[in-house]
């Protein structure tokens, strides 16, 4: 089962590929204190070989386009081939991010009517691409707020407040930004507790970073009057896109007055994962925060579209060049093939596909808040720890030897032997049922023969993984070995 | 009409009755009426695929192609069609990070393998899985550099650092604890002097680049030794392909090493995606930021791969993470991976050779035009500047040589704001590049400027 690592294969002497042979004369190589002093251990392998190695590491892998991947807060809808198809064309591989204005204008219109359809999905002013990642986007987001409080000579906000059921990535890109984190209380409804809310809000907080829906899958409900109580404080609204999902045409971040906000197009707008990335983190923004957008901005002048690097108060560049383009073409092609009209279907169908599928695992697992869910539920396994010694990690395991990739599991932090489901709306109502019936299959298993779960996965690659020696003694290359 | 959502009315029905509701509509009554947006939104109405296959040629039309000499970050280089046909694999693209290791020991291993070639080609042992990009890398060393040093703050960075880099950093380093010093550079070359008398308690650490923003292969021998005996570390930023010939940042003694792998089987692509790359020594393994696959057992004993070394990121540690980073560049990491492994060791040094000498074939053949100047002290590799007489004669060469299809070079001067680089091209030459393309590269450049 094993497959041999490339360098194993290796055979000196042996090519996979030829450059043409050169036409030019040779130089005087670099001064003798400037060369390399030895050869890097690199494999020499035949065409065939590396196309099998590729090929068998393949199909040791999973993705969409074999199963379900239910994962919660992942969003893994259908990456459509047209997309693929699309970014094979020269017209977008072949070109320099440095050529001529005048040489680059299909690129930046396309870049250009990106930016205002997701403003217009959103109900934002303006935005970049440039973020590479969500989290990236996140970065952005916060130096944008950060910067927005020091033009207004407003030194004291130090603070982000953040949901205890936040993804990792928010107080982590507060602390990278230079803020402290403080944690906002979770109610009984699994919304934000306003309360909580309104005894941290100061003069030193600088924003206040949500999802809607939140990680529990539940509308926020009060955002209006988190909203109020936010800016009445004069801190900034951050909206984290993971969840967009649920609400395209539904509801607009913008209207329920967000600030500044990143989208995961990887997520909503059906840009592969790519086994964790590229991705791409689009940063939208109202009307006061866009001076300080990073450079360069695009503009539209008579059918003609340009750069713009005058802009004093922006926050300057966040990554090399202008955004992760391939995939931000794909986006593109998402909204123009699914429209207003689809966009809205997606959002709905995605909310009606987690409904239905709470409705049937409800019976089998505890809730912890039994309301109606929009794109994705938590359920929680603590009863068949506690009775059977059956927990949210074995469910998951099982349910790989069943050709399905788990939820998410112990995610968000606030709900014991968490697993989260989010079926998008490319899944059939018989994927959900098979599923479900699975589901309430290991539901018995627990009880009738726990160990038969506790020991999956039975029919992977390999078994449940040695995970303390890999951290202790950590091999992380072939030279390891 | 609505692609890729499979539902029939019937099913909708069957999935309302069971939740226990009339329409669809009432699943969003959680969202207060105020919040619900009224008709469509303002954008187009869905389309078919094929028009939208029309729409998007249309509009791409308008990007036009030319024989390349720009460079600066992002190179036009010989791709083996292989490459993208074996990394648009179903299961690598459509794949979320490999949190399963049981059902993702392919990805994970093609992962292990990136990092290895990484660690290979910088010296460096420990490699992650990938960063954004070569710029965005150089502020995670900075991280690093800073976290690894109590209570030093400062970092010398080189003028002679990609401006991109540069600026990448500032808008990291701005509103932070982070103090940027960057050192002006001599004649086109860090000036490691300076640099090192600026060594002081405070500084954490120094970031360096060669090739340099100009193509110039710097020399660090007395650099490293200084910075050490500071107790601060050294990062060098280089293009990975140029490693096969020049110095090592491990042979320099640098403790970090970064760069981009777009050189190594990724498109140009209009900037991105390319894949950033961080190699580290293995005694700051417990700071590399982003994901890192290792190697173990699983319970039966069989080799396994898993994504390890957790406790550092951000799902785990939160605030005290050492990176905000999640996704990363995965599958243009394996796209890198496949790439080496088809072309192997004698490939890419024969890319970079042929690189070498064709950049010194251009730069010998320019150097015989006598309104132009080029520096003949320098040591480079596949990139030079280009000195003009003023901003406007190199316009009108840049143009006209555009008019023929061939783009000569990056402005310098619309990267920074030194006056000095107005009249300056950065001329990049790859493999790619025929002797009867640089042949008609000088004609038409002699031709402009006569």
Known sequence: MNTPLLIEQSVKGRRGYYYPKTDVPSYPPLPANLQRESAPQLPEISELDVVRHYTRLATKSFGVDIGFYPLGSCTMKYNPRLHSYITSWDSLTEVHPLQDESTIQGSLELLYNLTKDLSSITGMSWGTMQPLAGAHGEYTGLKIIKAYHQSRNDHKRTKVLIPV???????????????????????????????????LLDDEVAAIMLTNPNTLGLFESDIREIAHLVHGCGAQLYYDGANLNAIMGISRPGDMGFDVIHLNVHKTLSTPHGGGGPGAGPVLVKEHLQPFLPTPDITHNDGYYSFEWDRIQSIGKVSGFWGNFLVLVKAYTYILTMGSDGLKSASEHAVLNANYLFTLLKGAFDVPHESRCM??????????????????????????????????????????????????????????????????????????????????????????????????????????? | MVPYIPHTESDRNRMLQAIGVDSIDQLFDTIPPKLRYKGLLPINEGLSEHEVIRLLQEMLKKNILGTSYLGMGSYDRIIPPTVSQLASHPTFVSAYTPYQPEISQGLLQAMFEYQSMISELTGLEISNASLYDGHTACSEAGAIMISSKRKSTTLL?????????????????????VTLVIIPETERHTSVNTMIDSLSEEVAGVIVQSPNRYGVVENYT?????????????????????LLLQKTPSQWGADIAVGDTQPLGLPSAFGGPSCGYIAVSKRLMRSIPGRVVGLSTDIEGNRAYTLTLQAREQHIRRERATSNICSNQALAAITTAIHIALVGPEGLTDAATQSYDKAHYLHEQLSHITSLRVDTKSPFWCEFPLFF??????????????????????????????????????????????????????????EALA
Do not use: C
């Open chain 1, 165 to 199: 059921s936040a993804h990792g990535t928010n107080p982590a890109t507060a602390s990278v930004t230079g803020f402290s984190i403080v944690e906002v209380a979770t109610d009984t409804r699994g919304l934000v507790d306003l309360e909580s809310l309104k005894s």
């Open chain 1, 375 to 481: 794109h994705e539920f938590v359920v929680s396994a603590q009863h068949y720890k506690e009775k059977y010694g059956v927990k949210a990690l074995d469910f998951s395991k099982a349910l790989l030897d069943r050709n399905y990739h788990p939820p998410t599991m112990y995610f968000p932090l606030n709900v014991s032997e968490a697993l989260m489901f989010e079926p998008p709306e490319s899944e059939s109502v018989e994927v959900l049922e098979e599923f479900a019936s699975t589901m309430i299959e290991l539901t018995e298993l627990a009880k009738t023969n726990a160990d038969v779960l506790r020991l999956s996965p039975h029919s992977t690659a390999v078994k449940r993984l040695d995970e303390v020696k890999a951290a202790k003694h950590p091999i992380l290359t072939w030279r390891e070995l």
């Open chain 2, 157 to 177: 960075v080189s003028e002679t650092l990609h401006p991109f880099s540069l600026s990448v950093l500032n808008t990291w380093a701005l509103g932070t604890e």
């Open chain 2, 222 to 242: 007395s650099l490293s030794e200084a910075v050490h005996q500071n107790k601060s570390l050294l990062t060098i930023s280089s293009d990975p392909l140029s």
């Open chain 2, 389 to 446: 007489e003023s901003k406007a004669q190199l316009d009108h060469a840049v143009s006209f040589l555009q008019h023929k299809g061939i783009y000569a070079g990056v402005r310098l001067g619309s990267l920074t704001t030194k006056k000095e680089d107005e009249a300056t091209l950065i001329v990049a030459v790859t493999e790619k590049r025929s002797k009867e393309e640089l042949d008609i590269y000088v004609r038409y450049m002699r």
